[in-house]
């Protein structure tokens, strides 16, 4: 057997390995838990840019849902420690919630210039990066990025 195909059999082998499996479906398991609130902190960041506080009613109407699914949401952020609200006015991100709105938007900008490197439009990078950026490791994001340093004009 060559060396090329044994590796290829490796590599098969390690994708079938019950344990590593069971791993990469947590990590996907961790990710959709994660990926709302990753969401909702990146547009209240974008709210409070915008025009200075995120209201419950922009961003019910920014992500299309109900204001009382928006409500339930903000009780979990708040106790996650990520926003605070504040009677007559909107919602803000604590340091922790910026943290994170950052880390997200970083992460969302770099699968969506990998996408349009690799030669997806820009507006269909952007939609579909929405929901990649939360399914990639750190090590295929310095994948991504190496990739679109290789290949600036």
Known sequence: MSKKAAETKGDR???????IRAEAFQQARDA???ELVEDYVELIDDLIREGGEARQVDIAARLGVAQPTVARMLGRLAEEGLVVRKAYRGVFL?????RLAHASRERHEIVERFLVTLGVSPEIAQRDAEGIEHHVSEETLAAFRRFIEAHRN
């Not at 604590?94 to 910026?98: L, P, V």
């Open 94 to 98: 604590t340091d922790e919630g910026r």
């Open 13 to 19: 082998e390690a994708v079938t390995d019950p344990a």
């Open 32 to 34: 959709r838990r994660s």
